[in-house]
């Protein structure tokens, strides 16, 4: 079976297979990302502004925060998803997915 390259050179899913686990929600994924990208867009006419540095980090605290629940969203929907349709088609296909899992934990949380 061959797959599809995704970003930064991770496997995607094989033409024709099911779709990713976010397909769900994939509309509130993209409408939290769309607001992150204005909030950014702020943050950065607030430094070409010269606003107070308070001012500044806390609006990234806020970007950051925004990005971090798309990032638990999308964790959430590969556990319900991927990793548990796995885990009921192949022991050692759920297997793998945990693994999966684990380095995408690690990756999020930089461990």
Do not use: F, N, W
């Not at 930064?8 to 990302?33: F, M, V």
């Amino acid at each position: 079976m061959t797959t599809v390259s995704g970003p930064a050179g991770t496997p995607d899913r094989a033409p024709g297979a099911a779709p990713h686990g976010y397909a769900e929600h994939k509309s509130d994924h993209l409408a939290r990302l769309h607001k992150v990208e204005g909030q950014v867009r702020g943050v950065t006419r607030m430094v070409d502004d010269d606003r107070y540095c308070v001012d500044v980090l806390t609006q990234i605290s806020a970007v950051t925060r925004a990005l971090q629940e798309v990032a638990l969203g999308l964790l959430d929907d590969h556990v319900r998803h991927c990793v548990t349709d796995a885990a009921r088609s192949d022991p050692d296909a759920g297997e793998a997915k945990l693994g999966e899992l684990a380095l995408a934990l690690r990756r999020t949380l930089r461990l």
